[in-house]
């Protein structure tokens, strides 16, 4: 009597994900990104996607030496939040839409001290800190992303094979 095997069953699985990841168009990134501006005496945080639009309606958290808040806010349509700063200190700005996207940048003191003086300088804007890229905080550090995606593809290794098992014993003629 022969016996059926599970292995040719398990192919199609193959087949399909391998064709539907190469199918998979590259989609752009959406990073999430910020600027410390100096306009008017101020410090304007401006926080937008890497496709330039802005990020409206974001929870900002600025932070001075041991934690302390020193300024509190909302992005506004624009992308925007202002604040004066009354010293010169290290800054930490925590910028947060609430769905995913997060971002924490540094100001330097140095930076901010020309704000303060009120000194002459160049007219118009000065970008005095600039971010790295922020991106979704819920995806995790990479080490948890590969360990995801391989328990995803273990996941459906199973599934394909518990399936697979299924078809088999429904094939199976009945012993009379």
Known sequence: ?????????LSPWILASLLAAAAT?????????????ARGGALV???????????????VTVTGPD?????EGRTDAGGVFRFAPESAV??????DDRVGHRLEMQVPAARIEPLLADAPGPSGDAVIARSKEGGLSWLGPLWVR?????GVIAL???????AAARRLRTRRPDAS
Do not use: C, Q, W
């Open 67 to 71: 934690g302390i808040v020193v300024a």
């Open 45 to 59: 945080i401006e926080a937008y996607f890497s496709d330039d639009s802005p990020l409206r309606d974001a929870r």
């Open 156 to 162: 459906l290794s199973v599934i394909a094979a518990l």
């Open 90 to 95: 290290d800054l930490d700005v925590v910028i």
């Open 25 to 37: 168009p590259r989609l752009p990134a959406h990073r999430l990104l910020a600027d410390a501006i």
């Open 1 to 9: 009597m022969k016996r059926a095997t599970a292995a040719p069953a």
């Open 146 to 150: 590969i360990l995801a995606g391989l």
